[in-house]
């Protein structure tokens, strides 16, 4: 277990190290013999997973002189926090990595010096012509130059964050064997705020968390500072996170009282110096339960006051607070429609007691009106909030989910990203894993992230892609964010699964460059997490970016989407149908509307017309059958289950193929790594094996389900070789599991009597 950073002491510059410097170096040192001594017996040490990617495990004989002659000493500073978390975390990971550290000194005396610094705080950075007018406030520029006759590498930045993250990307070089010895990398984030959304609630559950409990523990702060929280904040710096929205978005008032405030106010400490700014959930209703005013009505005078005087305490106890994310209006949530008012004036009161300090206000436009019938709920944000377009305050971000429902395995881009320009508009991606398998299953969101950025829009013609309307270029933005809804909890492996960690480093790499392809940044992850060995890298890699496409095989394929049981989302549900008081657009079959006749939605001119709200090269290439892609045929389309595809295989044939694939793909993969044991040590080994066999029966269970239930409305035989299921649809349908992760209660209408053994 590594010894977490925040009980490292940082010491401050000096010619020789001092005795805390060396005792950290012996015992780095020590480490590092031990693990390549380890390294080289037959078993690979013992990990649970809590190091994530910074492992900084030793680095084999081939590379190690290498390295060495390219990390002799270290000139650092310790003008600032950051500078002094960057410094550890530089001699951190080379003592990990190579051995004993290096020498910190004042001055570079000889080859392989590695410089870190600003030209605030270093007059050697200042000395030196490094480009940093190209790397703007976050950015950093790694370099090879030669100082007094020395060759040295510069890890140099216009901010103290910005070194912090160039260390970050050195350490990333070493861990992943690239060549050091001649550097000249410039980067800098394309996007500004790259937000995790905690869906953490006060009482340390987690809405749609498959990670165990809340990393944050409301009830010994702000006293006691876990050493997680510093370790937590290294992660996210080490991708270039830099906000975190601490609360769950259903908020809860708690959460503005001066109790919670003073706890959030020491997490913000903690996160500070890695450059990460706290926000906050609010609920809107928050002048009335927690001000006693009698309305919430964004109009009020007593309404801005109070929102005014609230805001002013927030920062008071944290000044660089970052703003509030709010969800209104949607599944029970209090918002401005509540007072007949808009949802931009809902934002603007909220942004206007913000703006003099600063701070932003996110949001959604996940706004829905449950239990009212719709006919197409896909068209309701776009509905919503298109007539309000140049409405919001210059300080509102509109936070819009990746597609018009709800994060499903595939789904076509949100038709707002094409439909604002006068509006800044974030990005909202689902990292925790809802309706894709949960805690347990493999599937990397690399595919899907860079899927949703790279939909191209043509708002302003081909090329204006959803990703350059979030950065900003598209329409010359000068606020921008991306935010992906958090897989943390209180886990040892931090996000419930090995292979679940990769999600959250995806986001991050993504959210910093989103032009980073899905494949490069598994590698990299493979590469840090487990072994840089070829023969784990490629088929690993291969495994994780066939399983996304895997997951939508087995569970909805096509273009078909939320399928999935009602509530816990958790396992087929395609015969769930409106019932009592569930609303329509919370059941599967208002989603398959699968008949006799046939099966899909009809968004085109014929049906809802949703596909009207996409611009007119996007819609007419989805409401024609010619055109529209097969992936999402069935979420446009409603089409006869002899329809002839593409492939000249029926709709309900390939339907069936799709499930058998994806089944297919799981059990690959599941025999994939049953091969790889020699390269892991046997506890991350064990774990992912056991969630793959889990996977297996997952996919079955969605296989055989989904095939049960709409062979019952199709009437078809199934096609040459597809087994039948080998259950009756009333197994299927009956079968429920009582208590799921991440989901509140008990599953809705689960008796214990239909709790079985899934087939
Ligand atoms: C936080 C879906 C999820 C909810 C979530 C909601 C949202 O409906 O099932 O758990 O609530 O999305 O994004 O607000």
Redesign the pocket.
Known sequence: MPIPISRLSVRPQGRRASSGWALLAVIAAAGFVLALAAGRASAAPEEDGYRLWLRYVPVDSEWLARYRASATELIGTDASPTLRAAQAELLRGLTGLLGPPPRVTADVTQDGAIVLGTPTSSPLVKSLSLGLQRVGAEGYAIRTVTVQGHSATVIAANTDIGVLYGTFAFLRLLQTREPVAHLDIISSPRIQRRVLDH?DNLNGSV??GYAGDSIWKWETLPEHLSPRYTDYARACASIGINGTVLN???ATPYILTPLYLQKVAALAGVLRPYGIKVYLSVPFSAPVTLGKLQTADPADPRVQAWWTAKVAEVYRDIPDFGGFLV?AN??G?PGPRDYGRTQAQGANVLARALAPHGGIVMW?A?VYTTGVHSEDRARQAYDTFKPLDGKFADNVLVQV?NGPI??QPREPFHPLFGALPHTHLML?L?VTK?YLGQRTSIVYLGPLFTEALRADTWAKGAGSTVARVIDGSLYGEHLTAIAG?ANIGSDRAWCGSIFNQANWYAFGRLAWDPDLSARQIAAEWVRMTFTNNDSFVAPVVKLMMASREAAVDYMTPLGLASQMAAGT?LGPGPWVAPSGNMPPDWSSTYYSRADADGIGVDRTATGSNAVAQYSPHVASEYESLASCPENLLLWFHHLSWDYRLRSGDTVWDSLVRHYDRGVAAVKQARNTWSTLSPYVDSQRYRMTADFLAIQEKDAEWWRNASIAYFQSISHRPLPARAAPPPDTLAHYEAFCIPYVEGSPGRSPGCAPADVAVPR
């Open positions: 869906w809405e749609r769950n978005v259903n969800k949607s599944e949530q959604r996940f989910k709800d994060f909202e689902q809802e809804v989302h």
